[in-house]
């Protein structure tokens, strides 16, 4: 405690009065000075402080208030106004979301359309073999089963020759085998 | 062991001539220790100020520290005078920081000026007397109306009045006494225990059984750590209650008819 150095540091001087007993501050010779200079200087200190630093520090203060309120106006406009951008942009994301799903149908129809019309005219062409394909069928079997007329004809000639030992006439080969078929 | 009194003995710094003040009679201006403390805090509030008192949005330590200690009064001075407490702002704040400069300094030099009686007097009639100016040249005759509580029956205004009289009377008083007594009890105390330090110190080197003294000397430094902490936050303390007493007794003339 820096007080405890004191009574090597204080002179002697005032001895005089110390040694009445009793506080040191009850020694009235020292008061007039003291209440003069306190009030001198307490006078000084008040209109420097009320003068010159308060009014700094007071207005350091209500310029910071002042700022951050601003800032935080200004925070809160551009706030709203990028919500309201944020709205359109999602009104016209929504808009080309539509229109590109108006397109993809239009798209998927078109294409369906012209798969059906490819398909058709596959099937025609199709057709148009199969039917070709059919007379040729058709047409093989006729001949096919007029042979068969020949080849029986024969086979019941040679039959004939094989079990009377007499060959049958075209003509009743014939006649026999128009009256078997019908 | 040293007087622990011995620390308020005001010695003269440098001799200055007696000036024949008006009103006051003989006064010798000279410097003394007193007033070297004095003119310490005035000039360390001065440079702290000068220091702290920068303008930048985001504030410094320094800066902080200042703005912090201007909000504490303008909010005390507010909160209990109301809206015109910006008016007294000022003066409450000189008041405070003032003290606060002066028993902060004590804790660090060797002469505490608020533990001078004709200083703490001196601070307390001039907050007094500001208190009865402005009352009167605020509510002129009005000013009765303090020691006349409002709303009581008049058979007990015989005993209220006098009561309200006595306690404005002794506000003055109780003002000084309570920094004074604050700062030089804390100070005698310190000085005490400091000095059982050194005794018992000094005791136990004779050895024998009075070895056992050191311990008492350990005892002795742990206290003045402690009470030096203690003394700290006493030296704000005062301060701030020095300031908050001035609130309250000018919002009592300013506030008037809401008595």
């Given at each position: 405690m820096a007080n405890d150095t004191t009574q090597t540091h204080?002179?002697?001087?005032a001895d005089g009065h110390a040694s009445?007993?009793?506080?040191?501050?009850?020694?009235?010779?020292?008061?007039p000075g003291q209440v003069v200079w306190l009030l001198l200087i307490f006078v000084v200190l008040y209109v420097l402080l009320s003068k010159l630093f308060l009014p700094r520090v007071g207005g350091t203060i209500q310029t910071r208030a002042d700022k951050i309120a601003a800032d935080v106006a200004q925070a809160r406009d551009l706030k709203t106004q990028a919500e309201a951008e944020s709205a359109t942009a999602l009104a016209e994301l929504a808009k080309a979301r539509s229109h590109a799903q108006r397109t993809a149908s239009e798209a998927k129809a078109k294409a369906n359309a012209e798969a059906a019309t490819r398909q058709a005219a596959e099937e025609a062409v199709l057709a148009e073999k199969l039917a070709v394909a059919e007379d040729r069928i058709r047409v093989s079997r006729d001949a096919a089963l007029g042979n068969v007329r020949t080849i029986a004809s024969d086979i019941a000639a040679a039959i004939t020759d094989k079990l009377t030992g007499v060959a049958a006439t075209t003509d009743e080969v014939e006649t026999a085998l128009t009256a078997a078929k019908a | 062991m040293a007087d622990p009194m011995h620390q308020f003995q005001i010695n003269k710094v440098v001799d200055l001539p007696t000036v024949n003040l008006?009103?006051?009679?003989?006064?010798?201006l000279s410097i003394t220790n007193s007033v070297v403390a004095m003119g310490m805090a005035a000039g360390l509030i001065c440079v702290f100020f000068a220091l702290?008192?920068?303008?930048?949005?985001?504030?410094g330590r320094l800066q902080s520290v200042g703005e912090m200690l201007y909000s504490l009064v303008d909010d005390l001075a507010g909160s209990i005078?109301?809206?015109?407490g910006k008016v007294f702002f000022p003066f409450v704040f000189t008041l405070f920081s003032f003290i606060l400069a002066m028993n902060f300094l004590g804790m660090f030099l060797v002469?505490?000026?608020?533990?001078?009686l004709a200083v703490t007097a001196t601070l307390a009639l001039l907050t007094i007397l500001t208190v009865v100016v402005v009352g009167f040249s605020r509510n002129g005759i009005g000013m009765y109306k303090l020691f006349v509580p409002s709303g009581?029956?008049?058979?007990?205004l015989f005993l209220m009045v006098p009561i309200e009289i006595i306690s404005f009377l002794v506000r003055p008083v109780t003002l000084a006494l309570r920094l004074f007594g604050n700062m030089i009890g804390g100070h005698v105390v310190l000085k005490i225990f400091a000095g059982f330090i050194i005794s018992l110190g000094l005791l136990a080197s004779?050895?024998?059984?009075?070895?056992?003294?050191i311990l008492g000397s350990v005892v002795s430094l742990g206290s003045v750590v402690a009470l030096t902490a203690l003394e700290f936050i006493v030296a704000f303390l005062q301060a701030f209650v020095f300031a908050a007493l001035t609130c309250v007794y000018l919002n009592d003339v300013v506030n008037l008819d809401s008595h």
């Amino acid at each position: 405690m820096a007080n405890d150095t004191t009574q090597t540091h204080e002179s002697t001087g005032a001895d005089g009065h110390a040694s009445g007993g009793g506080l040191p501050q009850f020694q009235f010779v020292w008061w007039p000075g003291q209440v003069v200079w306190l009030l001198l200087i307490f006078v000084v200190l008040y209109v420097l402080l009320s003068k010159l630093f308060l009014p700094r520090v007071g207005g350091t203060i209500q310029t910071r208030a002042d700022k951050i309120a601003a800032d935080v106006a200004q925070a809160r406009d551009l706030k709203t106004q990028a919500e309201a951008e944020s709205a359109t942009a999602l009104a016209e994301l929504a808009k080309a979301r539509s229109h590109a799903q108006r397109t993809a149908s239009e798209a998927k129809a078109k294409a369906n359309a012209e798969a059906a019309t490819r398909q058709a005219a596959e099937e025609a062409v199709l057709a148009e073999k199969l039917a070709v394909a059919e007379d040729r069928i058709r047409v093989s079997r006729d001949a096919a089963l007029g042979n068969v007329r020949t080849i029986a004809s024969d086979i019941a000639a040679a039959i004939t020759d094989k079990l009377t030992g007499v060959a049958a006439t075209t003509d009743e080969v014939e006649t026999a085998l128009t009256a078997a078929k019908a | 062991m040293a007087d622990p009194m011995h620390q308020f003995q005001i010695n003269k710094v440098v001799d200055l001539p007696t000036v024949n003040l008006p009103g006051l009679g003989v006064v010798d201006l000279s410097i003394t220790n007193s007033v070297v403390a004095m003119g310490m805090a005035a000039g360390l509030i001065c440079v702290f100020f000068a220091l702290a008192a920068r303008q930048a949005v985001v504030p410094g330590r320094l800066q902080s520290v200042g703005e912090m200690l201007y909000s504490l009064v303008d909010d005390l001075a507010g909160s209990i005078i109301g809206h015109e407490g910006k008016v007294f702002f000022p003066f409450v704040f000189t008041l405070f920081s003032f003290i606060l400069a002066m028993n902060f300094l004590g804790m660090f030099l060797v002469f505490t000026a608020t533990s001078q009686l004709a200083v703490t007097a001196t601070l307390a009639l001039l907050t007094i007397l500001t208190v009865v100016v402005v009352g009167f040249s605020r509510n002129g005759i009005g000013m009765y109306k303090l020691f006349v509580p409002s709303g009581v029956p008049w058979p007990l205004l015989f005993l209220m009045v006098p009561i309200e009289i006595i306690s404005f009377l002794v506000r003055p008083v109780t003002l000084a006494l309570r920094l004074f007594g604050n700062m030089i009890g804390g100070h005698v105390v310190l000085k005490i225990f400091a000095g059982f330090i050194i005794s018992l110190g000094l005791l136990a080197s004779g050895g024998g059984i009075a070895s056992l003294g050191i311990l008492g000397s350990v005892v002795s430094l742990g206290s003045v750590v402690a009470l030096t902490a203690l003394e700290f936050i006493v030296a704000f303390l005062q301060a701030f209650v020095f300031a908050a007493l001035t609130c309250v007794y000018l919002n009592d003339v300013v506030n008037l008819d809401s008595h």
